[in-house]
Structures are given as C-alpha cells and as structure tokens.
C-alpha cells in the first residue's frame, strides 16, 4: 500500500461513516449513499439512483458518467452533514486488485478494459477509491449483512444471464493473483460436453447453467427461442423439452457446487441471480446433483439464497472501501 493510501486510513477515522457505493453493469450504473451509525449495525443505503450505462459510447464516456454519479453522491452526503469518506465501486469485468482497473470486461461493455476506475475517480473527487468485480461485491454484501453474515467462509454462485461467482476467504473477498478468482461459469461440465462457449472455450458449465445457456440448449434442442423464464413456465406446463433443460441446469450446476465444496470447504453457499426463479424442477435437480456428487462430510452443507438483492452489489462495494481504508481492522 503506497503512502497516500496510508494517509487516506487515518482520516478515514472509522465510524459512523458515510460511503459513496456504485455498482457499474451493463445497461445501468447505480448509485447510493450507504450509511454506517456504528461498525456493528447494519448499513442504511439511501440517496439510491441510477442512470443508463450507454455502454457502446465506449470506456472513456462510461467511466465520465460513472465519475460525475459519484461526484453527485459525495455532493448530497455532505449537504446531509456527515463527508463521505470514499468511494466503493463493484463493475462488470474483471478488476486489478492493485491498480484498481479494469483487466478485461467482455464486448457487452467495449472499451471498459484498461479503464483506470480507481486513479481517475480518486483524482477527479479526492477520495479513497476502492474498486472490485460486481459478484464479488454482491458476496461481500452477502457475507457482511446478508444470507452469509457472520460466516468466515463461503462461495457464492450467480446464476443469471452468465454464470458468475465468488469466494469469501475469512471474512474478505478472495480476489486472486489478477483478480479472477470465483470465475466459476468457465469450469468444465460433463453435461456441456463439446458445446462451444462464448468464451472460445468448450464444454463450460455457463452453456448449461446460466439464463442465457437455459436458452441456447432450448434452441439446439429443436424448442422456440424463448427467455429462460419462459422455457421455465413451458417445464412447470409439462413440456418435456422444457424440464429436461431446466432440470440439466439445475444438476449440472449442483454437481459443480459439488466438486467446488469440496475443494473450498465453505460454511454454505450463497445461490444468487435470475435463474433462482426457474421454479422447483430447478431447485430439485440442484439439490439432487449436489447431493449425488458431494462427499459425505459436505452433505448437510447449507445451499441458501442470496437475501439482500439490488442492495448486495452497494454494499459490497463499500465494505470493501472500508476492507480498504483499514476501517475494520
Ligand atoms: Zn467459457
């Protein structure tokens, strides 16, 4: 940690505290305020908003809206009389942990690789900036005030339109020697055998298990291009193509938890994302898979959903500005 970051600890000064949160996706930015009374009660997020990413403008214009969100933040915390003590960012792509920058995001947001998130907004408002993945920010939340609160060590596993997910290691995010760790969409899967991914790989868990995998194995199978929700509503109706791809999802995802309990030892997993409302055929074949591949010692390992929703990604964001200025140390 370089000296001006030191500096910034000791005027971070604990708590109560205010932290400028914003969690950057594609199609929107969001933003709040989240609020800390004491270092053991549960944040309050207010001053919620949000505006559209406008993606293919380019890295540059995004990073321009994202800072001019948070210099707003900042604005409203300190007409409300408590100074913001720095900026939490979770975003879409993969983060540096040293630099703060964006390693590689895919082409949903162009541009946005190599954005220095961190060096601009710290330059732009004169704050701490601390900036992380967007699902590791959502497990931070969830490990801190969430499904996982008070456990030293879990895996979360979001499964949306792409399949994320993240590693809570005592208590702070795993972020990996180039913050990549919890990458879990890109493990192999029997079950995705030879199926082209779009990471360029082949036989990938996320083809299978995720929104968007739900729907290309519809497709390939001879069904309508429908949204996973709807290929949902067709198994509920007794459509037999249907329950065979939403229960592959479920079960290869389960026989990946599986093999990933086993290698991490966590106290539970944290299920989060879209593909959590595709009902119980779903949900069955999940536990199902888990339980056929999972070690005896690792069955009763709790499998609960994510609690906090939209709000995870914020706080995750500013626990780990706080991670990052010290402030729970
Ligand atoms: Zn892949």
Redesign the pocket.
């Known amino acids: 940690m370089s000296d001006v970051q030191v500096v910034d600890a000791e005027r971070a000064g604990g708590f109560p505290c205010v932290v400028a949160a914003l969690d950057v996706g594609g199609t929107k930015i969001a933003g709040a305020l989240v609020r800390y009374a004491a270092s053991d009660t549960a944040p309050v997020v207010e001053a919620r908003r949000a505006v559209p990413t406008k993606a293919a403008r380019g890295g540059a214009a995004v990073l321009e809206t994202l800072s001019a969100l948070a210099g707003e933040l900042v604005a409203a915390g300190a007409t409300d009389g408590q100074a913001v003590v720095g900026v939490g960012v979770g975003t879409a792509g993969r983060v540096d942990a040293r630099t703060g920058s964006i390693a590689y995001a895919n082409e949903i947001m162009p541009g946005w690789t190599g954005q220095p998130v961190a060096a601009h907004l710290r330059e732009v408002l004169g704050l701490p900036v601390a900036v992380l993945n967007d699902v590791q920010a959502h497990a931070l939340g969830e490990a801190r005030w969430g499904a996982a609160q008070g456990a030293d060590t879990c895996l979360m596993v979001a499964a949306g339109t792409g399949l994320g997910g993240a590693i809570i290691a005592h208590g702070r995010v795993l972020r990996g020697a180039h913050g990549f760790a919890g990458e879990v969409?890109?493990t192999l899967s029997p079950d995705a055998a030879g199926v082209r991914?779009?990471?360029g790989?082949t036989s990938?868990l996320?083809s299978v298990a995720s929104g968007s995998g739900i729907e290309e194995r519809y497709r390939a199978a001879g069904g309508e291009a429908l949204s996973g929700a709807e290929i949902a509503e067709r198994a509920a109706a007794g459509d037999e193509l249907a329950r065979q791809v939403i229960e592959l999802a479920g079960s290869s995802l389960g026989e990946a938890i599986a093999g990933w309990a086993s290698m991490l030892d966590p106290e539970l997993v944290v299920l989060a994302g879209s593909v959590l409302n595709a009902g119980p055929l779903w949900r069955d074949a999940l536990h199902e898979g888990y339980a056929r591949q999972t070690p005896e010692t690792l069955r009763s390992l709790p499998l609960v959903d994510a609690q906090l929703k939209g709000d995870a990604p914020l706080i995750g964001a500013a626990e780990n500005l706080l991670d990052f200025l010290g402030a729970r140390d």
């Open positions: 969409g890109h991914c779009v990471c790989g990938h996320e």
